[in-house]
């Protein structure tokens, strides 16, 4: 049996290499800051060889999904990454491959989103596409970029819905950090070749996505709305199973750390919840019974384990890095109190938004907010 | 957990530098992270990037705002530099042509200009400091010539490499203490 390769390498660089070990056919690709070195490293892989699939330039991001949604209805393997406003720009053609039940999986690197322009990551770009239908995943570190897009290809073929998978611009899209990669051999079990059910064939012509009638459309709204929850014990198989094959774990639908017995829990997302742990460190030796619960899923938000984990009557410090536009916080602390209502009175939730357009999060500095907040 | 923060003007190869450190921690059996600071990118802009070293998983995302190791690629940046934030007890390395102090922290100096131009060592915005700064800093933070050697030949391997490898082990053995200033 071969041994794990460990490589330096940056969050981008991680996540080409994901779409290479996943064997995609097809990568639709448009530049944008911070995401451009992945299409550049899948492009260079292609070009020499070392990655046996089409790279499809393309004029804008708009395109690219559509070329994504064509290849992938054509039963290719497809992946293809965007920030920001790209992103955004694909916001019509997000619902179309949700809707077409097309099992694409897309890197996002999160960036602010215009206006004004800025290069550096907040959670605004992928927060607001919630409601594309799209399974989404946030990261907190390059190792974890790497094991999600393959578990998230699992689960968007096994269910026909896509997957976004995202993780913070600079702090991980280049940052230079030791990678593990697992023999090819243990990815292909753990990843075996998309057959979809059904594809577009030239040879067999057939249409797809014609006008429905209500009585059509909506059962097939309904089937989407059902099946996205129902990709929650998916996500859990593919992490225990990733686990299982590779000995690596990032969590499965949440990560947490030190919180069984905590009295205050941080709550966040992505690159600033990796240095939360650390702020949970600085907390804990004040003697402050501090923990962390870091949703890896973001959609379907996963209530009933975020329900679970939490211990009794803990406060729990939401850190939002995005607005929550008419409320007075974040879309994070939205989202936990519409699960925790009815459900966990005994719960706190306060909230904070900070780190807008890569503001730099320090765990003293988080640790700080923690403690301010837990006079308010 | 070490974390060393490499304050330059753009140009300079701090970026290089920072990716040299970290995959020679990782050359030493550590974990290491390169995590430079990528703003409006201008040659003579004012840049920086993040290094941290540690025997276990690496969490940290942050730049490093209090480092314990500050790597200054020009005399002329030093107070800026430590203006910026260092550890209390934190250490300076400075890129200049005679001994250098700042108060209250162990100072390092190398002249790592005149050492890449000895070596031939030039890129278009002047001598390749970063090679010899690397050398300079793997000695300062005791990681072994050879890993110091085995990281530049994985980067470049062939000739470029061996000039490299020279310019860094010359700065390896010239990199010296200053006396300490009151």
Known sequence: MKAAQVIMNTGTHAAALAAKCARVDVI???PITPQTSIMEAIAAMVESGEMNARFIPVEGEHSVLAAAVAASAA??????????NGLLYMHEVLHMASGGRLPVVMCNVNRGIFAPWTLWADHQDSFSQRDTGWIQYHCSSNQEVFNTILQAFRVAEQINIPVMVNFDGFAISHCLMPLTLPPQEDIDRFLPPHEPEWRLDPQNPSSFSNVTMASEYAPFRQMLSDDIRASIPLVKQAAQEYKEITGMWDGDTIDTYRLEDAEVVAFAVNSMAAELRLSVDILRDQGIKAGLLRPRLYLPFPAEDIINALPQNAQVMVLDRNYNFGHP??????ELK??????????????????IGGIDLTRRFMAEQILAMMDE | MLELRING????GSVTLAHLLAQAALENGQQGQALPFFGVERRGAPVRAAVRISPTTIHAHSQCELPDYLVVMSEKLTQAAVNEGINNVGTVIVNSPQAISVSNHPTWQVDADAIARDAGLFSADGPTINIPLFGAVCKVLNIPQNIMEQTILNKWPGNNGKRNLGAAGKA???????????
């Open chain 1, 75 to 84: 039963g290719a393997r497809v992946f293809t990454a965007t920030s920001a």
């Open chain 1, 28 to 30: 639709p690709g448009y």
């Open chain 1, 338 to 355: 519409s699960v925790l209502f009815g459900r966990r009175h005994d719960i706190t939730v306060k909230n904070r938004v900070i780190g």
């Open chain 2, 9 to 12: 003007f753009g140009g300079q």
């Open chain 2, 172 to 182: 390896y053995h010239e990199v010296q203490l200053c006396p300490p200033q009151f």
């Open chain 1, 329 to 334: 916080g974040g879309i994070l602390a939205s």
